[in-house]
């Protein structure tokens, strides 16, 4: 089966443009997560989608940040102004089933000049 | 909340040397432990994991992880390494009820590097 992909894989864009994240799930996981690691730091959490809605968003850092997930398929992560501080990789990842292992993507190392 | 520290931000090793990879947690509730590992250019992967049962845990490449509940760890273990373990891992945990099972709490990672 194919993995969890995400799109792109590189984006480097300047402060207060806008950049749109995709990641495309394992087929048939209704559970996608968004984490993101900053440089230098650990892996946090930013939400979490349960087929098409939101299960919980409390790592969402602020407004500027907008995830979507149309249809409970793929999802979009838009940061838009971005930041110097938003810079990083995002991860996606999903999972089937409760007791399932989450399946993690490659990332998309964003970096915001 | 919950937290988790991993001791050690780099270890270098030689090949065929045992390793040790410390982590240690924080947390009120009950939790499951997992150890995902990153290799270069890809995403994580799981390594293992505890939910319940047996505290001794491996995986099929020969690490092992132990989780002790008085210490609040859950250490990573190889007996040799090879190679091929050069890699980034992580330490995490999440609550072991309700609905935030895919909800994720990392500490910083290891950077463990094999040297022939």
């Known amino acids: 089966e194919a993995g969890v992909t995400q799109f792109p894989s590189h984006s480097v864009i300047e402060k207060g443009q806008t950049v749109t994240l995709r990641c495309d799930p394992i087929s048939g996981h209704d559970n996608l997560y968004w984490y993101r690691r900053v440089m230098g730091k650990e892996i946090k959490f930013l939400l979490h989608?349960?087929?098409?809605?939101?299960?919980?968003e409390s790592g969402m850092p602020n407004n500027r940040f907008l995830a979507e997930r149309t249809g409970g398929t793929y999802s979009t992560l838009k940061v838009q102004p971005a930041e110097l501080e938003d810079s990083g990789v995002y991860f996606c990842?999903?999972?089937?089933?409760?007791?399932?292992?989450?399946?993690f993507g490659n990332g998309t190392r964003l970096t915001v000049t | 909340a919950q937290s988790v520290t991993q001791l050690d931000s780099q270890v270098p090793v030689f090949e065929e040397a045992p390793v040790e990879l410390r982590c240690n947690y924080s947390s009120s509730v009950s939790v499951y432990l997992f150890w995902y590992v990153q290799y270069p250019n890809q995403g994580l992967q799981l390594l293992l994991k505890?939910?319940?049962?047996?505290?001794l845990v491996e995986s099929i490449n020969g690490f092992e992880a132990e989780f002790n509940k008085s210490q609040t760890s859950f250490h990573l273990r190889k007996p040799s390494v090879h190679i091929s373990d050069t890699a980034e891992y992580f330490c995490?945990?999440?609550?072991?009820?309700?609905?935030?099972?895919?909800?994720?709490?990392f500490g910083q990672g290891t950077i463990l590097t094999v040297h022939p």
């Open positions: 990842a999903s999972r089937i089933t409760r007791g399932s292992p989450l399946h």
């Open positions: 989608f349960v087929k098409e809605s939101k299960q919980d």
């Open positions: 995490a945990v999440t609550n072991a009820g309700g609905t935030s099972y895919g909800k994720l709490t």
């Open positions: 505890y939910l319940s049962g047996s505290t």
